[in-house]
């Protein structure tokens, strides 16, 4: 079965300081891949995405993302937290011809001075 | 500028009471979605619509109705058999395989 698992339901970490956030998926063919931000009350935007090609991803507000086939994972990095980060981060997972795309149950992320 | 609307912000339902949430783009897509947030359980896929007259439930689709007379427009109808219906409510459309999501609307129950 298509399932995307975000094992920390939230992470704190201090502003300036180094961020990872983890995403494993499952999925039988060749996955299409995707992190999403959603700051509260709003929709989701899009950071970056992954289809083929160079496995580390580069995306917007200084994000980037590394795609491991042997791990199924797509975790999410970036070297340097600022506060307006502080948001909600969802992986997602689909697929060629496919017309559903696979949420992970997002990961809250809090910054500290 | 191109996107996707939805309308209005927040809405109120009484009981007993249909509303019906609208989701416009000018994207040009054919595929559209809507998907229900609530705390702490990430998107849950209501309807989608992969071309003009034609849509299928998601997971859970019961106390929701769809229509898609436009490739522009795909408003959701909460019906009154949905006994708990507050909740955000975000729609999306999908551009190649990517989706792009609205604002979102609120829906709470008076």
């Known amino acids: 079965a298509q399932s995307v698992t975000q094992p920390d339901i939230h992470i704190t970490v201090s502003e300036g300081a180094s961020l990872e956030l983890r995403c494993n998926y499952s999925y039988g063919a060749t996955p299409y891949l995707f992190w999403y931000v959603q700051s509260p009350g709003q929709g989701l935007q899009l950071l970056l995405k992954?289809?083929?090609?160079?496995?580390l991803v580069q995306g917007i507000k200084g994000f980037e993302a590394e795609f491991k086939r042997s791990q199924s994972s797509f975790n999410l990095r970036k070297p340097s937290v600022h506060w307006s980060d502080a948001a909600e981060y969802f992986c997602a997972v689909g697929g060629t011809g496919g017309f559903k795309t696979i949420f992970g149950a997002g990961t809250r992320l809090f910054v500290k001075a | 500028d191109g996107g996707i609307t939805q309308s209005p912000k927040y809405l109120f339902r009484k009981e007993g009471q249909n509303v019906t949430l609208s989701c416009e783009q000018n994207?040009?897509?054919?595929?559209m979605y809507w998907y229900r947030q609530d705390p702490g359980q990430g998107l849950r896929l209501i309807y989608y619509s992969q071309i003009v007259n034609d849509f299928q439930k998601g997971d859970i689709a019961e106390g929701y109705s769809v229509s898609r007379e436009k490739k522009e427009s795909f408003p959701l109808t909460v019906t009154s058999a949905q006994k708990n219906p507050t909740a955000f409510y975000l729609c999306?459309?999908?551009?190649?395989?990517?989706?792009?999501f609205g604002p979102g609307t609120r829906l709470l129950v008076l």
């Open positions: 992954y289809f083929s090609g160079d496995t």
């Open positions: 994207l040009n897509h054919d595929a």
């Open positions: 999306a459309s999908k551009g190649g395989e990517t989706q792009y």
